[in-house]
């Protein structure tokens, strides 16, 4: 039982979820691990630091307090992240805080980026002849602005050695959960995405939701209502002469609304689902592939292969042989 030291580097008008996110993450953690395993010591201890000590505002406006200033930060370090947001661009001007980047990472087990704090790393140098990511409306930028950093566009998180950098916002969290999955097992992440209603390892990468999802749902609430019956009822008959006539339209018109107010055709809604359905039974089930695709709606398992390897690259034998839970006897 030892105590990980996690700092959280922020700035004004910085994305309040890139700092709660991460740390409510390694916070739950540790009472999980004080209330389940009976630690006797926090798992983690989790504090925020900024160029200063003291309330700050971030984007939201909600303001948050930095426990310590930059200066007064002593010891070694277990992960540092760095929070994004608007604030970045203003904070890449700091040179006292990019200098103190430099020198902090001879102390810290792991640094890690969150969203747009990824430029703030890179400005510090730390980059150079890695692979990272940030927001998908910002790969090309840093990009642009950073030739020595190899950009990758569509991870949720991106590993280069010591360094982690993850995409947008939320994407924090998913890699803390990585990170407590790295330092104490599948077991325990697991449990704390449950809690935090999280998928453990969400299924795709970034583009599903700069692309796909950048629609959400449809305008009108008759389709919302049959995106969520469809998500409910995978094993289903979901053709789209059986949609229409749920939605009271002709089979053709249905096509073409829905299309258009989903940003993407009936039948790629209706695999995606699937596949997400069939991913979470894999996921959380023994059953067996072949009464999974059945039960989904793929009929074969030739058939939920080919749909798994089109939406997230992996057969679903080898998804499950590396995302399934470990389930007692």
């Known amino acids: 039982m030892r105590t990980r030291r996690i700092v959280m580097l922020a700035f004004p008008d910085a994305q309040i979820i890139d700092i709660t996110g991460p740390l409510e993450v390694f916070g739950r953690a540790a009472r999980w691990m004080t209330d389940e395993r009976g630690w006797r010591v ?6 925020i ?47 006292a805080l990019i200098e103190w980047l430099r020198a902090i990472i001879r102390r810290t087990r792991r640094l890690c980026s969150v969203c747009t704090g990824a430029f703030l790393i890179a400005e510090a140098g730390l980059l150079d002849g890695l692979s990272a990511t940030t927001h998908w409306r910002q790969c090309a930028r840093l990009a642009a602005q950073y030739p020595a950093v190899s950009v990758e566009t569509d991870p949720i998180f991106v590993r280069a050695g010591k360094i982690f950098s993850s995409a947008g916002v939320t994407a924090g969290i998913d890699l803390a959960l990585a990170l407590l999955e790295d330092d104490h097992g599948r077991d325990v992440a697991l449990a704390v995405a449950r809690e935090l209603v999280m998928f453990l390892r969400r299924p795709g990468g970034q583009s599903q939701f700069s692309v796909q999802l950048s629609a959400q749902q449809a305008d009108r609430e008759p389709l919302r209502d049959l995106q969520r019956w469809i998500a409910d009822h995978p094993g289903a008959d979901l053709s789209v002469a059986a949609l229409a006539r749920r939605a009271a339209m002709s089979s053709r018109n249905f096509a073409r609304v829905f299309a258009r107010e989903v940003g993407m055709t009936p039948g790629e809604f209706v695999e995606n689902s699937r596949v997400e359905a069939a991913r979470r039974r894999l996921e959380e089930s023994v059953a067996g592939v072949d009464s999974i695709a059945s039960e989904c709606g793929f009929g074969t398992r030739e058939s939920m292969r080919r749909a798994f390897i089109r939406a997230l690259h992996v057969p679903p034998s080898a998804y499950r042989s590396r995302f399934q839970q470990k389930l007692s006897a």
């Open 42 to 47: 926090p798992a983690y201890t989790v504090e």
């Open 49 to 95: 630091a900024a160029s200063k000590a003291g309330p700050f505002a971030t984007s939201s406006g909600i303001r948050l307090i930095a426990d310590r200033a930059i200066a007064n930060v002593r010891g070694p370090l277990d992960t540092l992240l760095v929070a994004g947001g608007r604030g970045a661009t203003a904070a890449l001007r700091d040179r």
